[in-house]
């Protein structure tokens, strides 16, 4: 496994509030061995090998991992699901077009699923604009509604509602209904993610600061910055969205509803807001067990940052910027200084060493038992991807960079059943899977040594690992070794996106 960055990561506690952090739960679990036939000897060091797992440090613990691809699409930007649609997964291209891939089959769908191209603005080097969320109503079965986060021709913030037709595989493009719009002062920190929570329903919209460095200059509120205003002011937070409503309905381009326990209404601050102090939260996720919101944002020159909502929050996070970075004042620009009210910590931050642009994962519920619980995240500038146990992020802290081996990472997605995708915008999307042939070799290596203990202790006459019948099962490749980290030569700029 490659080695981490030797400067220590910081992960706080938050400054005014309780740890943030989920109660501390076992990393993982054994699953019992599926043998309903099993003889007692082979029951025997199976419950040996699954006392010696729990006792092996996290990395052993974890199986080797691998990335099946399921197609190459065109500067792809997420993947995602849709409610009713188990075998499908949804892949949204930067320039505004959404495929729907079969997953029993490998086929990408044509016609794509939508095409709204002529109406998004996927600018060019330097801007981050595009078509940038994707989030399906979660009675999307039965209505046909969907969501998109995407940037018009000037590069402004549009959130929109489309409806698929009477074939769910296939959206009328004509079907848009404004959601809302904001402008944008720079082409660049827009946010991007959107999604329902699997909690209250509500679609929540992530916000960049608007652009430019430092949260300063044209289009950026004099003293404060846009993340630190919440007054008239939506750049920079995180926005919780009743679309079933309509509060606006003399206003066509405005159709929501404000949910009534927002943390803003009744007073000073837009009611729109869930949370500030962001700079830009490009990818965010929520925990589909929990409903925990999981927020990586980006960071200016210096720290790149995962920031934590537990599922119970009543909202108005505030998570430092311009004021901090990471968790420390930020350094440059003469922006910097102590934590401000309510002010969250986030949960694990890391230096420019490691990456320069945080990706914001998930916490994994996939069929891989190893990983389940666990969550993955990665950095675009470095094309690395991690994992840790939210428990304790700095001690169980696992890079898979070499086992996946994703060039610029831009989105982690998951599927109906929980499987993992990894985004790439060099074009491939791949499923995260265990590495062929791992579960047999480490079952193996643990049955060996096992019996290599029974046999030490008189318990044993043979040095067979395994019996089944009169043949004995061995593996050659029981000693695996995880192949050697890719090296990329591409870096980001040093003001990171």
Not at 28 to 49: F, I, K, S
């Amino acid at each position: 496994m490659p080695t981490i960055a030797s400067e220590p990561i910081r992960q706080p506690t938050s400054a005014g509030r309780s740890d943030p952090r989920p109660a501390a739960r076992p990393s993982r679990t054994v699953p019992e061995p599926a043998h309903p036939a099993a003889p007692g000897a082979a029951w025997r060091v199976l419950g040996v090998v699954a006392a010696l797992t729990l006792a092996i440090p996290a990395r052993a613990q974890l199986p080797p991992l691998s990335g099946e691809p399921i197609g190459s699409f065109d500067a792809p930007m997420l993947a995602t699901w849709a409610p009713g649609l188990p075998d499908v997964l949804f892949v949204a291209e930067r320039a505004g077009i959404v495929h729907a891939v079969h997953l029993t089959t490998g086929e990408t769908l044509e016609p794509a699923f939508l095409d709204i191209e002529e109406r998004v603005f996927d600018g060019g080097v330097g801007d981050e604009c595009g078509l940038l969320g994707l989030a399906f109503h979660p009675e999307f079965a039965s209505n046909g509604r969907f969501f998109v986060h995407y940037s018009d021709d000037a590069c402004d913030t549009r959130i929109s509602e489309f409806t698929a037709t009477l074939d769910p595989l296939a959206a009328d493009p004509q079907s848009e209904r404004p959601i809302l719009s904001v402008e944008q002062p720079q082409r660049n920190h827009n946010g991007g993610w959107i999604g329902f929570s699997p909690n209250d329903g509500m679609l929540y919209v992530a916000l960049g600061d608007g652009g430019g460095g430092h949260d300063d200059g044209e289009g950026h509120t004099p003293g404060t910055g846009n993340a630190q205003d919440v007054t008239n002011n939506l750049l920079g937070k995180i926005l919780r969205l009743d679309v079933d409503g309509d509060d606006f309905p003399a206003d066509d381009e405005r159709n929501y509803a404000i949910p009534p326990d927002n943390p803003f209404v009744g007073v000073t601050g837009d009611d729109e807001i869930w949370a500030y102090g962001l700079r830009n939260p490009f990818r965010a996720g929520f925990d589909r067990l929990t409903g925990d919101l999981w927020i990586g944002d980006v960071g200016q020159q210096t720290r790149e940052e995962i920031d934590f909502q537990p599922a119970g929050s009543p909202g108005g996070e505030n998570y430092g910027w311009r004021l901090r970075e990471g968790s420390i004042a930020t350094p440059t620009g003469g922006v910097g200084g102590p934590p401000p009210p309510d002010h969250v910590e986030p949960v694990f931050d890391y230096a420019r060493t490691m990456g320069s642009t945080v990706i914001g994962g998930t916490v994994y519920r996939g069929p891989i038992a190893g990983l389940r619980g666990r969550y993955v995240f990665g950095d675009f500038g470095s094309s690395r991807i991690w994992s840790f146990d939210p428990a304790d992020p700095d001690g169980t802290l696992v890079e898979h960079t070499s086992e996946l081996g994703a060039i610029l990472p831009v989105a982690f997605g998951e599927d109906a059943a929980g499987h993992l995708y990894v985004v790439s915008i060099a074009g491939a999307v791949s499923r995260v899977v265990p590495e062929p042939g791992a579960l047999a070799a480490g079952l193996a290596a643990l049955a060996s040594l096992a019996a290599l203990r029974a046999q030490r202790g008189g318990r044993r006459s043979s040095g067979s690992p395994v019996r089944s019948g009169s043949t004995t099962q061995r593996s050659s490749s029981a000693s695996y070794t995880p192949p050697r980290r890719r090296a990329h030569a591409w870096h980001s700029t040093p003001e990171g996106p």
